[in-house]
């Protein structure tokens, strides 16, 4: 009977595991929430994984408490270790680990991994490096990791999808790095498109400046990422646009349709004629941006919209006007009926 | 003081959400996926719900959809996520949520949001 009894020896040994897991996350909380004594050294490995699970989900003074605790058993310095393995496999569950345990005395070996390691490894590393300055408490030496940290980013090419993720992870601490990124005149493009992107999707509007000077950049990624990411923010600064009008003409199809989702963020009064005219764009994406743009500048921008769905000379912006608003008031119905239907009573 | 209903399919969530609640006197049940969840909304008596949107078998939207449109039930719900789309606090809010949480979060913020949610 041999063929059965492995496996159901080995989901004993899972089931064993689930429940050491479960029961060392009880004695962590106990101990973080409510004071019971630390567990003595050494820990299990079960220990160590619950302990690390659980400081990945913790923010703010629980997930600092449970940090210095971990550095308490020195786990700081075996991870630090073994990231250093010559064997791949040892290197990243390391890596993994370090972004939960979020060990500011991990910061330097990071970054130097950062810098040195692999593409697969250097993301890893990167996302670790993070986790750990978003955690970290404002202040001179946070200031100083984070002008590290950029350092390290110029340095060490990430493709820019990869580095605008780790950007995001940063939370508070990102617009210190976003900004230097974004002020240096020198700057690789796909660093300035992820950094762009990054504010776009954080929705920094402190930012909005130094995103906007790069929408006249000689790269057409980066104008679109830079419009993008002021179409995000909402608000487009009145000396950006001119360099706004000039991109709803660019020869770049995706630059185009970004600048038509961005110029919803400029004075109605300037843009609806602009708008207007853009609805006959040769492409259909543009065409559709444009109309959507319209559609969200109000009433003067529906009315805008109706008048084109009527009367404007291109024929495919007379369908594209006309698609959108049916498109809008199907949308408007869909939101409608449930709330109207079953308004939500919060308890007092 | 209350009954609350944890969906969520990450057991260490669910024990530090547990662990959290229980000492401030609320009875907390936990369903692991959307059709134990689903059930367990099914059979009432919850006071609030902590709602996970990824779950193994289904989607935390679906859950909340079906609880305000079908079950026409208006209690209070948080919803707590690992995922930081864009729109995830505007959908949440859209489809009848009273928090959104993204995780990491602070156990004592959340218990502050959920007695204040129940009153």
Not at chain 1, 176 to 195: F, H, K, N
Not at chain 1, 221 to 240: H, I, Q, T
Not at chain 1, 245 to 257: G, H, I, K, M, S
Request: glycine fraction near 6%.
């Amino acid at each position: 009977m041999a063929p059965s009894s492995r496996p159901r020896s080995r989901s004993v040994l899972e089931r064993r595991h689930t429940e050491a897991l479960s029961s060392w996350t009880e004695r962590w909380i106990q101990t973080l929430l409510y004071h019971a004594d630390p567990p003595k050294p050494p820990l299990t490995l079960a220990a160590e994984e619950s302990a690390l699970a659980l400081r990945d989900l913790l923010r703010g003074d629980d997930g600092l408490a449970l940090t210095e605790l971990l550095q308490g058993y020195s786990l700081d310095e075996r991870l630090i270790d073994r990231m250093r393995s010559r064997r791949l496999a040892p290197r990243l569950d390391a890596l993994d680990q370090l972004s939960r345990a979020r060990f500011r005395t991990a910061f330097e070996p990071l970054v130097q991994a950062f810098v040195e390691s692999d593409a697969v490894a250097r993301l890893m590393a990167g996302r670790a490096i993070a986790l750990t300055l978003a955690d970290w408490p404002e202040g001179p030496e946070r200031d100083r990791a984070c002008a590290t940290f950029t350092r390290a980013l110029e340095e060490a090419p990430l493709p820019s999808g990869a580095a605008s993720e780790v950007m995001q992870l940063l939370e508070d601490a990102a617009p210190q790095i976003l900004r230097a990124l974004l002020s240096s005149e020198r700057q690789r493009p796909e660093l300035l498109r992820a950094a762009a992107d990054t504010v776009g999707r954080m929705g920094r509007t402190e930012l909005r400046g130094q995103v906007g000077q790069w929408i006249a950049h000689p790269n057409p990624e980066v104008r679109s990422a830079a419009l993008r990411a002021l179409s995000r923010l909402g608000r487009v600064p009145l000396n950006l646009s001119e360099d706004l009008l000039t991109a709803l003409d660019d020869q770049t199809e995706f630059v185009r349709v970004q600048a038509a989702h961005a110029a919803k963020g400029l004075p109605q009064k300037l843009v609806l004629p602009i708008l207007y005219e853009s609805m006959g764009d040769r492409s259909w994406w543009v065409r559709r941006a444009s109309a959507e743009s319209l559609l969200r500048l109000g009433a003067g921008g529906r009315a805008a919209l109706e008048k084109a769905a009527r009367s404007h000379p291109d024929r495919f912006a007379r369908d594209m006007s006309a698609q959108v608003l049916a498109d809008s008031d199907t949308a408007v119905e869909d939101r409608r009926r449930p709330i109207r239907a079953r308004p939500m009573e919060v308890p007092a | 003081m209350g009954a609350i209903l944890v969906i969520d399919d990450d057991p260490v969530a669910a024990k530090l959400l547990e662990l959290t609640l229980h000492p401030r006197g609320y009875r907390v049940d936990v369903a692991r996926d959307f059709t134990s969840g689903r059930k367990a909304l099914e059979a009432g008596g919850h006071d609030a719900l902590i709602l996970d949107i990824f779950l193994p078998d289904g989607s935390g939207w679906d859950i909340l959809k079906y609880l305000r449109n079908e079950l026409h039930l208006t209690l209070p719900v948080v919803v707590l996520t690992g995922h930081r789309q864009e729109d995830f606090a505007a959908r949440a809010t859209e489809f009848g949520a009273n928090g959104y949480i993204t995780k990491p979060f602070s156990p004592r913020d959340l218990a502050a949001q959920v007695e204040h949610l129940i009153g």
